[in-house]
């Protein structure tokens, strides 16, 4: 499956989706069907700064526990928490309700540096 065109992504499966002036941060349809059913999600960063590379979380399925990554630098202003008790709906639709987190970007354009959905599908 083609990843989406609108959003840019870290090898590690996080899509990056510039909306407004936040940016909106969930994994891709390859990471969800690598993980396979999805049981538990837990934000280690709920609000606060978060650097590039910084995990803001962890999500576990029946096949393993991953880290979450961030792949920009700003300001957490809000988390998903519905996905806490309903893990499922990442499965159901990672692209849009299952999204988890939302960053103000301390550079928007630092989102442009992430990989392509083209390059990124070449990883994957």
């Not at 396979?36 to 910084?54: R, V």
């Not at 920009?72 to 499965?91: A, C, K, M, R, W």
Request: hydrophobic share 35%.
């Amino acid at each position: 499956m083609a990843s989406k065109t609108d959003r840019t992504y870290l090898e590690s499966h996080e899509w990056h989706k510039l909306d407004g002036d936040l940016v909106v941060i969930g994994i891709s349809q390859h990471a969800v069907d690598e993980l396979s059913d999805i049981t538990f999600i837990e934000y280690a960063k709920e609000s606060g700064s978060i650097s590039a590379g910084d995990s803001f979380g962890e999500i576990e399925s029946v096949k393993a526990t991953s880290e979450l990554y961030c792949g920009i630098d700003g300001e957490v202003v809000q988390v998903n928490n519905e996905l806490v008790d309903s893990p499922q709906t990442v499965n159901d639709d990672p692209w849009d309700a299952g999204w988890m987190i939302k960053v103000k970007p301390s550079n928007p354009e630092q989102v442009k540096s992430l990989l392509s959905a083209e390059d990124y599908d070449a990883k994957s």
